[in-house]
């Protein structure tokens, strides 16, 4: 393909594009993975097809390519997106390395980004297949999507354009996914830490005026907060999360601010009136 070809492609017009966004271009060249070829089966080292890839790993993507510097004698990291897919086209190198794309709206995990872009990344790998789209993960639930700019269509450039002036692609995705993620919290933590503030606070409850014995109360409020269901929990949390302000994001998670439950809401829960009089 001469350079007057090039330029006029399809591939040309999508890098271009993919420039005008936010987002950064990066190599990508085959390396060999160690792999467990099935349950009970030795490793083996594995050589991956840049172009056949499913997904990648953050530690895959790179600022120069070994294969442009051995064959261009050096200066790739200086080379611009354009230059770089014209000199690998010009050297017939696709088959060796790529280049990708990773949108600054899709990248999220334990530490950055947030839970819309955790969504969108979800939302455009259900969308878009590979190699057009692929899945890009990392340590710390690092995760993204890469973009071939070669397979770019249409309706992948419009959503990513989208992102430009709104960073959410799916409002309804986005609070699914919110929900989904107070599951896990709850499963995970807020459940067991919400039990030991329920049992804190109805000892504070029973002891208070001389209700009861700091042993018994002990025991009582333990009882009660064990065999506490967790549809209790959650109507205690649903209650408490009426201005909208117990759960807040933090990252790639949902984090329950248990201190903003009011103790009184525990009492009425869990205790009669004649019970603490």
Do not use: Q
Request: hydrophobic share 30%.
């Amino acid at each position: 393909m001469t350079t007057s070809t090039l330029k006029s492609s399809k591939l040309w017009e999508n890098v271009e594009k993919l420039l005008s966004l936010s987002g950064s271009f990066y190599f990508y060249e085959p390396r060999e993975r160690c792999r467990n070829s099935g349950h009970g089966s030795p490793l083996e080292w594995v050589a991956v097809n840049p172009n056949e890839a499913d997904y990648l790993h953050y530690s895959d993507l790179s600022d120069t390519s070994l294969t442009l510097c051995s064959t261009l004698g050096g200066g790739v990291a200086r080379l611009s997106p354009l230059e770089a897919v014209e000199k690998i086209t010009e050297k017939k190198l696709w088959g060796e390395v790529t280049l990708l794309f990773v949108s600054d709206f899709t990248g999220s995990s334990d530490y950055s980004g947030g839970l819309p872009y955790l969504s969108n990344c979800e939302v455009l790998l259900e969308e878009y297949d590979s190699p057009e789209c692929r899945e890009l993960i990392g340590g710390h639930g690092s995760k993204s999507v890469v973009i071939d700019p070669r397979y770019l269509s249409e309706e992948l450039l419009e959503s990513l354009e989208s992102l430009e002036s709104y960073p959410v692609l799916d409002e309804s995705h986005w609070s699914e996914l919110s929900e989904k993620l107070k599951g896990e919290s709850f499963e995970s933590w807020v459940e067991s830490d919400l039990r030991r503030y329920i049992e804190e606070t109805l000892v504070e409850a029973l002891t208070e005026g001389g209700v009861r014995e700091r042993e018994e109360a002990e025991e009582e409020a333990e009882e009660i907060a064990e065999n506490a269901s967790n549809d209790i929990l959650w109507e205690i949390i649903s209650e408490a999360d009426s201005d909208g302000g117990l759960w807040e994001e933090e990252y790639n998670s949902m984090h329950c601010k248990l201190d903003r439950i009011d103790p009184s809401l525990i009492v009425r829960k869990f205790l009669t009136s004649e019970v603490v009089k």
